[in-house]
């Protein structure tokens, strides 16, 4: 049945859109409070060296210095995200026996202005007795590799093990294997506002509030909690506008901590902002990882079993590293029925900065690696890489045994749309150009609990007051994807109001029920439907008031649209929806309406409760000589369910394939034992607005029953096939296999030229 | 009834050598990786094995010693 809806799928500009583009949304880069000072950390020089010492004396006397803290003055213990893993909580505020990381922060300096505080840091004098480290996570497993924990025996920081179906066996039973191994190397974040953040601790009341740039205000807050050793009612985080998360901004990181511990110390705000330099050398990253993958087929194309094996690389600390780590297992199975499969993961410590979830965490680097190597399947075994798809995809029920089961989806629609679209777009190719391939499929929000919260997943509560406006208040994190305008939109769905008569208070731990943030494009389903309950409850008591105003049969329907309360089938027959406001609000002892709603997902796996898929083709142009990719367009079919806002949701498309480009050809972190050479916006590479190609977006709508109005996750999931599909455009076009990301010239020539090695080997 | 096997370090109890020694290679701490010590086999030569090669090499390897040294166990599975 077509659902017709008043404000749901429309494209619809931003809420705060006209703020942000004046200038006028504040965001917490912008903020200071009067008093207040500046802080400043000092950093280590070393990837791994015991701290003898920590001389702050010199700097102490430095006029304008208000304060100096080093990990002696850390009250609390270590925190992290999987809490319910004590183990892997691993992060400290201020490095205290020894330093795990070039960049690791080992003193701060509260001062009067930005200057003093990093004259002080000169004169801090920390003796270190340099330990050896370990930069590769092959090295970092070996018995006599140097501890980057104590506790953690070969520096193995977690595992993973995956396995369903008979693996061997399927592979017996295959008549085509095929074996690869692929490098996937770490991505930056980059996002355009760095971390920062403004504490101010009252001493009289021993409450603190910290405003940040984060993804989760309530992440935020249970770390603090942790590290200041504090009740999480005594801590307020407020988000204000965020300038770009991706993932790197869920951990509780030092801008928050050393801030809250000098203002604890002083009694006056103190702001951190980390300069760019500091944010790559001391941030978290996108997983590099060694990838080993084995497929077997039958001669029709049909998978009959996949193996994979995974190590990572997982710098300093745990972050939200330990569930990439799974994840990685599990997206890329995705969108297909793999009958026998298994996974074997390892994620190491090493003496770098740590990597954590990233845009499509979990898919980027193994979805690269296994749609790579679908496509020189296909290409052995003789079939068209979209015939093998449809072969191999999943249908609406599909269950993998003990780990997911997919309700909606439209992949095989979204795969003979694009058959039929390429055909009319690009009907033939010239010489050295190709279309590549990939599939996708990523969650709507994560199942998993790592974080142990006691609380519903998401929460909203929604006011309803006597004008008929309404203030909806949640701890959803808009960080730039546009979710606040998707929260006002199904609240004014929900309740047949308009946008305008709604007022959002988001994202401050005081004042909202809990979510958990922005991460794993979760906010649109989980919060959504927390939101939709809220006014749901409301809409309710509306109805039920003008059902009895009507005198109607309790058999006939009511609904709440345009402003109106009215049946369905008689529209004349109805109520202003302010005129039953008033009425409502005067029955209920003149309380405006109140209605909470929460969501946590039930009985739907172990991975999320719903998955957006499609596909994607990138055209490519090579040049053979100097080893040039360019990118000349971009064709996406995508099942997102009923689409909220295709303005936003395009946006973000238009965001994830930008930076899966940059995955793809340029964003490189090397690294020289531990020591990141490219730590700024003019040394680290990324795709520029002039070199984006044109996107084509098209639009295969299902409806998904545990969404929102049908809603689930879109536009994340368009990260990760964009740098397989760009390198099956260049295998299409050349032969060249690559066997890492990061398709730089040097490395296309060298791939062409084995390419070219072995064609005249078999003529 | 029927019979399972016992780690031979914690209380972890598997229907297979061969899910024992997954359960095994699972454990990051120092007591499991001694027990591996002592009976001659190495945590990391095994972990390699398992993450850089093909099959089950590393998890064959610890379950063919597990045969001998875990304890079964008699376990009421109605």
């Known amino acids: 049945m077509k659902r017709e809806y008043s404000i749901i799928g429309k494209p619809t500009g931003n809420v705060d859109g006209a703020a942000k583009t004046t200038g ?24 791994h060296a015991r701290i003898l010492s920590i001389d702050t004396s010199e700097a102490e006397k430095l006029q304008g210095v208000k304060a100096i803290i080093t990990g002696k003055d850390v009250p609390g213990g270590k925190w992290g995200l999987w809490r319910r893993f004590r183990e892997l909580c691993d992060q400290i505020a201020l490095a205290d026996d020894k330093v795990r990381f070039i960049g690791e922060p080992v003193a701060c300096v509260a001062a009067t202005t930005k200057d003093i505080a990093e004259q002080a840091i000169e004169l801090i004098n920390v003796e270190y007795e340099p330990l050896p480290g370990v930069f590769d996570p092959l090295e970092a497993i070996k018995d006599d590799a140097p501890l980057v924990h104590d506790d953690f025996e070969n520096n193995i920081n977690a595992t993973r093990h995956i396995e369903w179906g008979n693996v061997d066996e399927g592979f017996a039973q295959a008549d085509y294997t095929r074996e690869d191994k692929f490098t996937c190397f770490p991505q930056a974040v980059a996002s355009m506002e760095v971390h920062n953040s403004l504490a101010s601790y009252d001493k009289g009341s021993k409450r603190l509030t910290v405003w940040s740039s984060t993804q989760s205000p309530y992440y935020l807050q249970l770390g603090l909690a942790d590290a200041l050793k504090m009740r999480e009612g005594d801590i307020r985080v407020i988000k204000p506008h965020v300038g770009g998360g991706f993932g790197g901004k869920n951990s509780t990181m030092p801008d928050s901590t050393s801030a809250a511990l000098l203002s604890m110390k002083t009694g006056r705000p103190v702001k951190i902002v980390f300069n760019r330099e500091e944010e790559f050398i001391s941030t978290e990253h996108r997983t590099g990882m060694h990838v080993a993958l084995k497929i077997g087929l039958k001669k029709d194309g049909k998978i009959v079993a996949r193996e994979c094996k995974v190590i990572t690389d997982g710098g300093a600390y745990t972050g939200l590293g330990a569930t990439a780590l799974y994840l990685s297992g599990i997206f890329q199975t995705f969108p297909y029925k793999i009958p026998n499969y298994r996974y074997d993961a390892f994620r190491t410590y090493t003496n770098k900065v740590w990597a954590t ?69 690009w009907p033939k190719v010239e010489e050295n150009e190709g279309i590549g391939f990939s599939a996708f499929a990523y969650m709507s929000g994560g199942i998993f609990n790592w974080i142990d919260t006691p609380y519903a997943y998401s929460g909203a509560r929604v006011q309803v007051n006597i004008d008929g406006t309404v203030d909806l208040f949640t701890q959803a994190s808009d960080i730039g994807q546009g979710h606040n305008t998707v929260s006002v939109m199904i609240c004014a769905e929900e309740l047949g109001i308009g946008m305008e008569d709604i007022r959002l208070h988001p994202a401050d731990t005081a004042t909202t ?37 009507l005198g109607e049969n309790i058999a006939y329907d009511l609904v709440a649209k345009d402003k109106r309360i009215y049946l369905e089938l008689r529209p004349e027959r109805g109520f202003s929806y302010y005129d039953i406001v008033r009425d409502a609000i005067k029955l209920n002892d003149g309380e405006p309406l109140i209605g909470t709603g929460h969501y946590t997902p039930h009985n739907k796996g172990m991975i999320s409760p719903a998955y957006g898929m499609g596909i994607m083709a ?14 000349q367009g971009v064709l996406i079919v995508h099942d997102c369910g009923q689409e909220i806002n295709p303005l936003g949701a395009r946006g973000q498309v238009e965001g994830s394939v ?23 916006m003019n040394d680290y590479k990324i795709v520029r607005q002039r070199d984006m190609p044109q996107i084509e977006l098209m639009d295969v709508p299902t409806y998904e029953a545990e969404g929102p109005f049908g809603a689930k996750e879109a536009a994340e999931a368009t990260i990760a096939p964009t740098a397989p599909a760009l390198a099956n455009a260049v295998f299409a076009a050349t032969g060249a296999e690559f066997d890492s990301n990061v398709l730089k010239p040097e490395k296309v020539l060298k791939a062409i030229r084995a390419a070219e090695a072995k064609k005249a080997q078999k003529k | 009834m029927a019979t399972w096997y016992k780690c031979p370090v914690c209380r972890k109890l598997s ?38 090669e093909f099959g089950n090499k590393g998890y064959d390897a610890l379950a063919e010693v597990l045969k001998k040294e875990a304890q079964e166990v008699e376990v009421d599975v109605k």
């Not at chain 1, 991460?519 to 003008?546: C, F, H, Y």
């Open chain 1, 24 to 47: 006028e949304a504040k965001y917490c880069f912008d903020m200071s409070l009067p008093n207040q000072l500046y802080g400043k950390h000092l950093r280590s020089p070393y990837a």
């Open chain 1, 357 to 425: 979830s990233v845009r499509g965490f979990g898919a980027t680097p193994t979805v690269y690696c296994a749609e790579s190597q679908l496509d020189r399947a296909a290409k052995d075994l003789g079939i068209d890489p979209l015939q093998i798809r449809k072969m191999n995809v999943m249908e609406p029920g599909y269950e993998a045994p003990g780990q997911y089961k997919v309700d909606s989806c439209g992949i095989m629609p979204c795969i003979e749309k694009m058959e039929k679209r390429i055909k009319e777009k």
């Open chain 1, 513 to 549: 029920p809990v979510d958990l943030g922005a991460w794993g494009s979760r906010e649109t389903l989980m919060n959504g439907n927390a939101i939709k309950m809220a006014a749901g409850q409301i809409k309710q008591k509306l109805v039920d008031l003008a059902r009895a105003k």
């Open chain 1, 618 to 631: 990138i055209k490519a142009k090579v040049d053979k000589e100097i080893g040039h990719i360019e990118p």
């Open chain 1, 658 to 680: 930008h930076m899966g480009l940059g995955y793809c050809l340029c964003e490189d972190m090397p690294n020289d034992n531990g020591m990141l050479l490219n730590p700024s």
């Open chain 2, 15 to 52: 229907r297979e050598h061969h899910d024992l020694a997954r359960h095994y290679l699972g454990q990051t701490n120092k007591e499991h990786k001694d027990w591996l010590k002592k009976v001659g086999l190495s945590y990391a030569e095994l972990i390699t094995m398992q993450v850089t």
